[in-house]
């Protein structure tokens, strides 16, 4: 039987990240990874690992940094980049651009 994809929206990924933020500040961040990291990985989402990965000391860095990755989001790839010590900076530049529209670089503004 195949496995379904489940998609999350952004309030379900931020409950997640809330819930185990409450846990954390209980059970620390080694049982947190015990408990949540192949789960958030499974996920697949972009947001949620890179929270993972900035928040949680000792999460599989370059595990998250691949889900990103394969998202091809640019605004979570940048995020990723910027903010997570050690993440491949090349990696996550070489995204493919979107399509710039092209300008008439001479029309004119006259009146």
């Not at 620390?28 to 928040?55: M, T």
Request: charged fraction near 30%.
């Amino acid at each position: 039987m195949k496995k379904r994809n489940i998609n999350y929206t952004n309030d379900e990924i931020r409950v997640i990240i809330a819930n185990i933020k409450n846990m954390q500040e209980r059970i620390g961040n080694q049982k947190i990874i015990d408990i949540f990291e192949k789960s958030v990985l499974k996920i697949k989402n972009p947001e949620l690992s890179c929270w993972f990965v900035e928040n949680i000391e000792g999460a599989d860095m370059q595990a998250h940094e691949q889900i990103v990755l394969d998202s091809k989001s640019i605004f979570w790839n940048l995020e990723f980049a910027r903010y997570v010590e050690g993440a491949d900076i090349k990696a996550h530049g070489q995204l493919p651009r979107r399509k710039q529209r092209s300008l008439n670089r001479n029309h004119s503004f006259e009146t």
